[in-house]
């Protein structure tokens, strides 16, 4: 473990499940279903859904002959067991799907049956992105650039956007993707990168020999997650002939791990502004697994929780705000 003091603020991974009357609206899910209980069995008797997804048990009050039981029988490793009366037309007996795999259970009074089968979410890629000011002659300057897609296993797709323009009248930009390079005043383009791959970009700032400064936010957002960004602040300083770059990369932070997906250790590396410094693990549904107080502006550390299959996060703060989220994936 390099650079960093660890606070011991951790859990184990456990499945939940929710028992009693609920109402829906207290839950939070990416989808949720609902299986009827009646002397005809469960309806539907097999569903397929994905990990984060809750199943609520109810009874079927158009086709009940009284109380049913909900309980389960085969599971996942990893997956909590449940056993639960359904009594009364307003209970609700909720699982949620922790674990992928297939989920079986029975009511143990008729001897009916049912299952489900969950799924691992697909992946949405990470990105990284590095933008260097390589060349600054005459009143033209060029930022090159590379983003890359660091999953390994599903392609993701970019936005690259041009933000926050200052330019004196008669300045030109140019932005260029991995699809080629557009004319002055297109200012985003999307793009697809296979797992484990990456493209060129490139930001060209031409002042065409008006003195003055400009300048341009260059943002790179996956868009299936907008937490996951890179944004660059470009600069060109045009004073009479004279051009030079005065900021680059400013409030840039990194934040990755390797490798991912990981069976039971993984790095997060990480480049912070500040010496407030915080990175915290959380699973799916947002509950903290650990909490690392970093004592230094760039470092590692080396994740070793006992972490079972699944999805996870882990996200930079600086003096309490978040400024970055990425996610991991444990497969066992």
């Known amino acids: 473990m390099k650079n960093i003091m660890k606070t011991k603020f951790v859990t184990k991974v456990i499945s939940l499940a929710l028992f009693g009357c609920l109402l829906s609206t207290t839950l939070k ?24 997804d809750y199943i609520h048990f109810m009874l079927d009050l158009s086709n009940n002959n009284g109380a049913h039981y909900s309980v389960s029988t085969s599971i996942p490793t990893g997956a909590a067991q449940w056993n639960y ?12 799907c922790s674990e992928p795999g297939v989920y079986q259970y ?4 008729s001897g009916m ?46 936005e690259m956007t041009l933000n926050n323009i200052v330019m004196p009248t008669g300045w030109a930009l140019t932005m260029c993707s991995p699809d080629g ?15 484990n791959s990456n493209g060129t970009v490139q930001v060209d700032m031409f002042s065409g020999g008006v003195v003055g400064t400009g300048s341009v936010l260059v943002r790179f957002e996956n868009t299936a997650d907008n937490t996951d960004f890179k944004e660059f602040l470009l600069q060109l ?3 009479g002939g004279t051009t030079g770059i005065a900021e680059s990369g400013v409030g ?18 990480y480049e912070i502004n500040s010496y407030q410094g915080e990175i915290r693990i959380t699973d799916e549904l947002g509950r903290i697994i650990g909490m690392y107080a970093l004592e230094s502006q760039s470092g590692e550390i080396d994740l070793n929780e006992s972490l079972n299959s699944g999805i996870y996060f882990y996200s930079l703060w600086d ?14």
């Not at 009646?38 to 859904?49: I, M, R």
């Not at 840039?252 to 590396?269: E, S």
């Open 106 to 109: 029975t009511d143990s009074n």
């Open 252 to 269: 840039i932070t990194r934040l990755k791990n390797y490798p991912n997906p990981f069976r039971y250790n993984t790095t997060i590396a």
């Open 181 to 195: 390079c557009f004319p002055d005043g297109v200012v985003s383009s999307t793009f697809t990168l296979a797992a």
């Open 113 to 158: 049956s049912g299952t489900f089968t969950v799924n691992a979410p697909a992946s949405q890629g990470v990105i990284e992105a590095v933008i260097t000011n390589l060349n600054a002659t005459g009143s033209f300057a060029y930022f090159p650039g590379t983003v890359t897609n660091t999953d390994l296993n599903a392609p993701v797709e970019i």
């Open 29 to 52: 899910a990416q989808s949720e279903y609902t299986v009827y209980i009646g002397n005809g069995g469960f309806s539907p008797n097999n569903l397929t859904v994905e990990v984060g």
């Open 85 to 96: 009366l359904v009594y009364c037309s307003t209970c609700k007996y909720t699982v949620v």
């Open 237 to 239: 300083d045009n004073s």
């Open 319 to 332: 003096n309490g705000k978040l400024v970055e989220k990425k996610k991991m994936q444990v497969i066992k």
